[in-house]
């Protein structure tokens, strides 16, 4: 069967963290390749300062909602490809558009806003947090488009935040379990290249797949590693409480009384995932897909997570 390449780009999302990381690589390792940036009515602005001087990017403003799908499927004619980063609510709704009108336009290839740990490991484990991503990921499987799911490590930065356990203000961290469940790391400046390079080769690696899973991280380091470099590169030692998986798991149970899903405990969830070793990427028979793209020089994550400590 024929591929083809990926020659203009549409990209949802673009505004938000990771998407103005992505802009800047695009930039300089795909200056030639045509991007839209989609973006709702009160981003544009934003998108267009973005992307101020720069030719290859053009915004265009959309409607996720039911009655702006038309206009949204007349957009994405003549794409190659939607690449989506949509962030929180957003992935369970406007997502769910995009896809619709992407394989309506008849665009060949769709990037989902995945960016996470594998959602299939640990589903028993891990009850809302991934939901949406894995019923995207079975609404992708039925429109007939080539589908890319790039999932990641933690992004270091958001890895060291309350979310996680941490305060670094006040130099403390809730650890879950003993400590010692690992975790792959990455920083989102590098899954902004990897993602690049991804979408520069696609028709060369997919060769004649539908779907293609990848997975990059850079560091496997576990709670305790983490404690030690902060330690190191402060000179103080981290308050730590350790809490039990049976702790854990009563918040998560008493969570899911109160609200039916678990939508309050997201990063419990990960807690539990991180506990019961499903928060490494090159696991159970897994292999990181970094190697396919060696154009791509990661950074260290030991070196970032160390400076974000030392600004403590
Ligand atoms: N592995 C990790 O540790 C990690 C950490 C953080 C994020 N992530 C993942 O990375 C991806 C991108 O996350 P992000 O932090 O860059 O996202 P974000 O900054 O929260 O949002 C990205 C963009 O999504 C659009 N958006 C937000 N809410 C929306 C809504 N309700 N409807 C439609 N569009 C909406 C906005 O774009 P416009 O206003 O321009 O339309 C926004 O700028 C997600 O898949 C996220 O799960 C992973």
Request: some cysteine; glycine content about 8%; proline content about 2%.
């Amino acid at each position: 069967m024929a591929t083809h390449g990926i020659k203009r780009l549409a990209i949802a999302g673009a505004t938000g963290t990771l998407g103005q990381l992505i802009i800047q690589e695009l930039s300089q390792r795909a200056p030639g390749l045509h991007t839209t940036l989609l973006a709702r009515e009160g981003s544009e602005v934003q998108a267009r300062l973005l992307t101020a001087g720069m030719q290859q990017f053009s915004v265009r403003t959309v409607d996720y909602e039911l009655d702006g799908e038309r206009d949204l499927i007349a957009t994405l004619a003549g794409h190659d490809a939607v690449l989506s980063l949509i962030g929180g609510a957003g992935q369970d709704t406007a997502q769910v558009a995009l896809i619709h009108a992407a394989a309506r336009a008849r665009v060949r290839y769709f990037l989902p806003s995945e960016f996470c740990l594998d959602t299939r490991i640990g589903m028993n484990l891990i009850v809302s947090s991934y939901e949406v991503k894995r019923k995207i990921r079975d609404d992708l499987m039925v429109t007939g488009m080539r589908s890319i799911f790039i999932m990641c490590g933690f992004f270091t930065d958001t890895f060291l935040s309350a979310d996680f356990g941490w305060d670094l203000d006040s130099h403390t961290v809730l650890v879950p379990g003993d400590g010692e469940g690992l975790c792959s790391f990455i920083d989102k400046e590098d899954v902004a290249k990897y993602t690049v390079e991804v979408i520069k080769r696609a028709e060369a690696f997919m060769g004649e797949e539908w779907v293609k899973d990848l997975r990059f991280a850079t560091a496997t380091l576990s709670y305790n590693d983490l404690i030690q470099m902060g330690n190191e590169a402060t000179g103080r030692e981290l308050a730590v409480t350790y809490v039990s998986q049976e702790d854990v798991e009563h918040t998560l149970m008493r969570d899911i009384q109160r609200t039916g899903s678990g939508a309050n405990s997201k990063a419990v969830q990960m807690q539990l995932a991180i506990m019961n070793g499903c928060a490494q990427l090159d696991t159970a028979g897994f292999a990181l897909s970094n190697r396919l793209f060696p154009e791509v020089v990661p950074a260290s994550v030991s070196l970032s997570l160390r400076a974000i400590f030392a600004r403590q």
